[in-house]
């Protein structure tokens, strides 16, 4: 069976990090998604031996030289038959291209247009240039994360442009097809980075309003400030987490650990002795190796895990009997997700060359072989 979303059209105008994340999982789901790719920049390549840019997959590629108005009217043809347009540019980009929100919805009343900022289509940074690192700052998101008396560490680029980005953005997207079907009119989202990261915080700052949340980093439950909440080097360098929040779990962890005899799971929870207990936890996981840490801990509920490479995370048990990670065309990747029990999402297609479908995607939509050839003699299209 296809994925839940075959039959939707969507038209994405390449960028980078999380809109092509968002349009990868899209398309992963079962989406046609075209990525219209510059038309200069097209670059030759055996399809044998396709690029390994994971957040590519699943999508065909048209060469498009948006800056000629031939190739202007070319997408403005196919947004006649899209359901959804995906943008990633700085405010007013796609107006100045004359492919704007307000041209592209008279062409197409039921058109869902997408744009993915960092800063949001409006406010006095919206015209800024930004990185995750920037919109998780202000959005409350950055200051948190890291222990006390350190530095606050970038939780790589997840928080900003994956999850608080790309996702809401796959998300946004669904939401508006289900709603045109019902009104069948289309509609503007607007999907800012720094709102995203703000909505991620929301259990944090309800911890604050119940007065269980201290400014000072790395002293609550959550940001390893609690002894049983945190990650802890094994005897050969390697790293074990503990995530034992609820008493029966920090019981079974205390008992596997041997740190019963010296505390309680009452005594777990005093704050004022969080920095001694942190310290004793620390050096007994230091006792052991991870290997061994991990046969002590089998079958347990103790919240448990071994933290692992890129590398490793592929080849554990679980991970390998849930699938977790594919190869495709001699890449690991993770699978699609989540996973549903009528309609699988699936990678169907490797990452394409940019403008490797050109034709191919013209035609399909609609598009007839005398305005191709005429779109390539004006040099609007690879």
């Not at 307000?102 to 800063?119: H, Q, S, Y």
């Not at 939401?175 to 980075?193: C, N, P, R, T, W």
């Amino acid at each position: 069976m296809p994925g839940p979303l075959d039959g939707v059209r969507i038209i994405e105008l390449a960028g980078i990090g999380p809109a092509p994340f968002g349009c990868m999982v899209l398309s992963d789901l079962g989406a046609d998604v075209v990525r219209v790719d510059r038309a200069g920049g097209v670059v030759g390549g055996d399809p044998n031996r396709p690029p390994v840019d994971i957040l590519n997959r699943n999508r065909r590629s048209i060469g498009v030289d948006l800056k000629n108005p031939e190739g202007t009217a070319a997408v403005l043809e196919l947004v006649e038959h899209a359901d959804v347009l995906v943008e990633g540019f700085r405010p007013g980009v796609c107006e100045r291209l004359g492919i704007g929100p307000d041209v592209c919805l008279e062409r197409n009343p039921k058109l869902i247009f997408a744009r993915m900022t960092g800063w949001g289509q409006e406010g006095p940074l919206a015209p800024r240039a930004g990185h995750d690192i920037n919109y998780i700052s202000i959005a409350g998101a950055l200051e948190p994360m890291g222990r006390s008396n350190e530095v606050p560490v970038p939780p790589l680029n997840l928080v900003g442009d994956f999850g608080g980005g790309g996702m809401l953005l796959a998300l946004g997207v669904a939401a508006a097809l289900f709603e045109a079907k019902v009104s069948g009119k289309g509609q503007v989202i607007d999907v800012a980075m720094v709102d995203g990261a703000a909505l991620l915080m929301s259990m944090m700052h309800s911890f604050k309003a119940m007065g269980v949340w201290s400014s000072e980093r790395g002293t609550n439950m959550l940001d390893s400030g609690a002894p049983y909440y945190d990650a802890y080097e094994t005897a050969d360098g390697a790293y074990i987490s503990l995530g034992s929040i609820e008493p029966q779990f920090m019981a079974e962890m205390l008992q596997i650990t041997g740190l019963d005899a010296e505390v309680s799971v009452g005594g777990m929870n005093d704050r004022s002795d969080w920095p001694r207990l942190k310290a004793r936890v620390a050096e007994v996981i230091k006792t052991k190796t991870r290997a061994e840490w991990d046969a002590a801990f089998e079958g347990s509920d103790a919240c448990f895990a071994p933290l692992l490479s890129l590398d490793e995370a592929p080849e554990h048990p679980h991970n390998v009997a849930r699938g977790l990670f594919v190869e495709e065309n001699g890449v690991t990747q993770p699978a699609p997700a989540p996973r549903f029990s009528r309609t699988p999402a699936e990678i169907s297609r490797p990452p394409a060359f940019p403008g490797q479908h050109t034709d191919e995607v013209l035609a399909e939509w609609g598009v007839d072989a005398a305005r191709i050839a005429a779109l390539r003699e004006a040099k609007a299209i690879a």
